[in-house]
């Protein structure tokens, strides 16, 4: 096996959101969802890998130019005891800055087997078109 193929077969480790200057605002471990981000004609599609997290936890909020992900994954159940564990549990936080080249009114998100597709659509004066030639 090559270095580039083990490369690609290691497991990206989360990474942990320091705390910033003054009170949290949310308890425990907040981390940095990793992303693919993919732009096609129409639009700009956005996957973020969220596991253990439900539709009713994730929240997306566009504003003042910046799209801000989060979402809350609940704690393991007290009553369970690991023995040994690789994964921990928090909750996950992401901003990522938004031009006027994108319809903030039609963002639309899906969340399927803990990965979050949101798409941001391309605002019709950015959408490449032809002209038609008389």
């Known amino acids: 096996m090559t270095t580039k193929e083990k490369k690609e077969l290691e497991v990206a480790e989360k990474k942990v959101i320091a705390p910033t200057a003054g009170e949290p ?3 425990g471990v907040m981390y940095t969802p990793q992303v693919d981000i993919i732009e096609d004609p129409e639009a700009i599609v956005l996957f973020a890998d969220l596991p253990g997290v439900k539709r009713d936890a994730v929240g997306i909020d566009v504003r003042d130019g910046v799209l801000t992900l989060s979402a809350t994954v609940e704690p393991l159940p007290s009553t369970w005891q690991p023995m040994y564990s690789e994964y921990q549990v928090g909750g996950y936080e992401r901003r990522f800055s938004v031009s006027d080249r994108i319809d903030a009114e039609k963002i639309n998100a899906k969340l399927e087997n803990g990965v979050l597709r949101l798409v941001l659509p391309k605002a019709e004066a ?8 008389g």
Do not use: S
């Not at 950015?126 to 030639?133: A, E, F, L, M, N």
């Open 25 to 27: 605002t949310r308890a």
């Open 126 to 133: 950015q959408k490449p078109r032809k002209v038609k030639v």
